[in-house]
C-alpha cells in the first residue's frame, strides 16, 4: 500500500470526518422524528437537529486545527449540510409549521442551496474557487436557529408562547441574506461563464 492511499484513508477515518457522516445519517433520524405522536416528536426532532449543528461547527474546526483538512471533507461538508436544512424544510411543510406565504421563503431558501451547489460545481471546472462569505455564514447561522426554532413549533409554544412566530420571523430573515448572498455567488459564476 502507497503513503499516498494510506494517507487517504487516515483523512476518510478522521474525527472530522466522521462528524459529517453523523451529521448525514441525523438526517433520516430527524426525519424518522416527524413520524411519532404528540410534543415528543418536536423535542426529539430539535435534539437531533442541534447535535447535527454542532457536528457542522466541531467538523470544521478540528480540521483546521489538527490539520486534517481534505478534499473528501470539502466535498461532504456543503452536502450534509444541504441535506440537513432541506430535509428539515420538508418535514416542516408537511407538518404544517410552515405555512401560506412563510412556503416562498424556504423555497427562496432551498433554490438558492440549488443554484450554488450548481456554480460551485460550473466554477469548479474552470478551476475558480469561490470563498463563504461573512454574510454567508451569519446567514447559515441564522438559517439553523430558524429551523430550531421551527422544529420546537407547537411543543416550543406551549412552553413559551410565540417560539413559532420567532422561527418564522427568522426563516424570512434568511431568505432575505440567501437571496443577497445568493446573488453574489451568481454573479461570479455569470461572469467567469461570460469570459470563459
Known sequence: MTSSSTHARGHATSLPNILTYG??????AMVACFYLEGHLANWLALTVFIAASITDFLDGYLARAWQQQSALGRMLDPIADKLLVAAALMMLVDAGTIGGWSLLAAIIILSREILVSGLREFLAELRVSVPVTTLAKWKT???MVAIGFLLAGPAGDAVIP???LVGLTLLWLSAILTLYTGWDYFRAGIRHAMEE
Open 141 to 143: 447561522t441564522m438559517q
Open 23 to 28: 451529521r448525514i445519517a441525523a438526517v433520516p
Open 162 to 164: 410565540g417560539v413559532s
